[in-house]
């Protein structure tokens, strides 16, 4: 490939806080929800919920070394190393997440935690160094576990305003570093992984169905409220939404299977119409009706999302599934919050995680036609079980083979007319997967001595696809 991407693409990384910083304990940081996980079983595709018991338990245990996110891979004291190699790399861009836990550890303090603001400082300071631009996401797959035991995390409407303030707080403290904003990572995990996304507890809840989408409404309010402040304090701020990509075909052209398609597809692009357009679409409205879903609101909150929509959509992609109207005898499996249906056409990842490049290209072109603002490819990545060789190198020729190919149809969407803001790849060094909280699902460019049980030198090696990367970075924008 040597075709140029625009100018100003921000090409680069991304990880989130509490899947690589770990400093942890001596730092001031309080436990986050996503500190409560275990090591889970792949076969069983990872774990995503806990029990209250054990969410209490988790809070009391001292015993960290069960919990692997809570040392990530120590990118707390490795960051000036790792930005060096991504600097190597030629990236652009950074799309990091802040952990609210470091900064305020309860989540409901009247003063910040000195050490944590000075960490980002620092970390926003090395960035600027190496004119790589930060992407930053106020809340990934985590928040102070003290709101989901007192509050139920975002079920609770107090959590707007405990959000907002920190938000306030982030956007105040960094805006003479950060300009490009996400405020939640796949919102629409509040539907399919409540706790991860919202610190909600499901057996706490007389009614789930209702409970999420109401945290979700929260979640809305807030990131209009975020969007609206982020403006006030720069106009120049870019802030974006982020939400998973559920890409799924008709499994036939069936007119049945193709209605199937239309509308779970309709109902599944509710969460980035709220926050790009400001109104919830009719389908998801239908859908609520349909389940006795009623939501909590006031019209002027309704106002606010109208008045403050989105600057750009961001959007994970990693695979694709398909749909059918008659679902009793498909085959089924994963992609990434979704369990769907397979496709005999493509190939996938030791995870279930169906291989489809042209989907990106799909999704891109989707995002674009619907909304009219620059899309952003904030996720995109390869899971797989990387193996040494005698020299301690790791050939990733079948990770090379799948991001040429996703950025090739990234390229076609460009070349479609596709107002295409950047790629940020996904785990672009080794961290702790977020299901499965495994090391050895490893993503990235830049490999990571650590086992799963949190055995080893925590040093960073390239991967045949770190030079990879950064021959095509070279090429591609120069
Ligand atoms: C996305 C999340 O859903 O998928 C990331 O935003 C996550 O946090 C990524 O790591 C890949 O998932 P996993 O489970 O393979 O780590």
Request: hydrophobic fraction near 35%.
């Amino acid at each position: 490939m040597n075709q140029l991407l625009p100018k100003d693409f921000l090409i680069g990384g991304s990880f989130s806080a509490n899947q690589v910083e770990g400093g942890l304990r001596g730092t001031g940081k309080g436990l986050s929800t996503a500190d409560c996980f275990k090591l889970t079983d792949r076969s069983k595709g990872g774990s995503f919920e806990l029990s209250y018991q054990e969410v209490l338990d988790a809070v009391k245990d001292t015993q960290d070394q069960k919990y692997p996110k809570r040392r990530g891979i120590e990118f707390y004291t490795h960051y000036k190393e790792d930005i060096r190699l991504f600097s190597e790399m030629g990236f652009k861009a950074l799309r990091l997440s802040i952990s609210w836990s470091r900064l305020f550890p309860t989540g409901e303090e009247e003063t910040q935690n000195e050490q944590g603001v000075d960490f980002y400082l620092k970390l926003f300071q090395e960035l600027k160094k190496y004119d790589i631009t930060p992407i930053v996401t106020l809340s990934h797959f985590e928040m102070p576990v003290h709101l989901a035991v007192k509050y139920n995390g975002w079920a609770d409407k107090q959590l707007i305003a405990l959000f907002t303030k920190y938000a306030r707080f982030v956007i105040d403290t960094y805006k003479d570093y950060v300009t490009h904003w996400i405020v939640f990572n796949e919102i629409d995990a509040t539907i399919h992984i409540p706790f991860v996304g919202a610190g909600i507890i499901p057996e706490r809840t007389e009614n789930l169905e209702q409970t999420k989408y109401q945290a979700l409404h929260h979640q809305f309010i807030a990131t209009a409220q975020t969007i609206k402040y982020a403006h006030e304090v720069n106009p120049q701020s870019k802030v974006g939404c982020m939400a998973t990509k559920n890409l799924k075909y008709p499994a036939t052209c069936k007119p049945e299977d193709c209605m199937q398609f239309f509308n779970e597809t309709e109902i599944d692009t509710f969460v980035t119409d709220v926050q790009a357009l400001g109104e919830y679409n009719y389908a998801i409205k239908q859908y609520f009706k349909n389940k006795g879903i009623k939501l909590d609101t006031t019209e002027e909150e309704l106002q606010l999302l109208r008045d403050h929509t989105v600057d750009y959509v961001g959007f994970s992609y990693y695979a694709s599934l398909v749909t059918s109207f008659d679902k009793t005898n498909a085959d089924k499996t994963n992609a990434n919050l979704l369990v769907g249906e397979k496709n005999p056409y493509l190939e996938v990842t030791p995870w279930g995680w169906q291989i489809d490049p042209s989907g990106l290209r799909y999704s891109l072109n989707f995002f674009y036609a619907r909304y009219g603002l620059p899309v952003f490819v904030a996720e995109n990545g390869m899971g797989m079980l990387d193996q040494e060789d005698e020299t301690g190198q790791v050939h990733d020729d079948y990770r090379i083979d799948f991001v040429s190919k996703h950025l090739e149809q990234l390229m076609k969407a460009i070349d479609d007319g596709v107002d295409v803001m950047g790629y940020t790849y996904w785990g672009c060094i080794d961290c702790i997967s977020a299901s499965t909280s495994e090391m050895s699902k490893r993503y990235g460019f830049i490999y990571v001595d650590q086992d799963d049980q949190g055995n080893g030198t925590l040093k960073r090696s390239k991967k045949d696809s770190f030079d990879w990367y950064k021959n095509f970075i070279s090429n591609a924008m120069s």
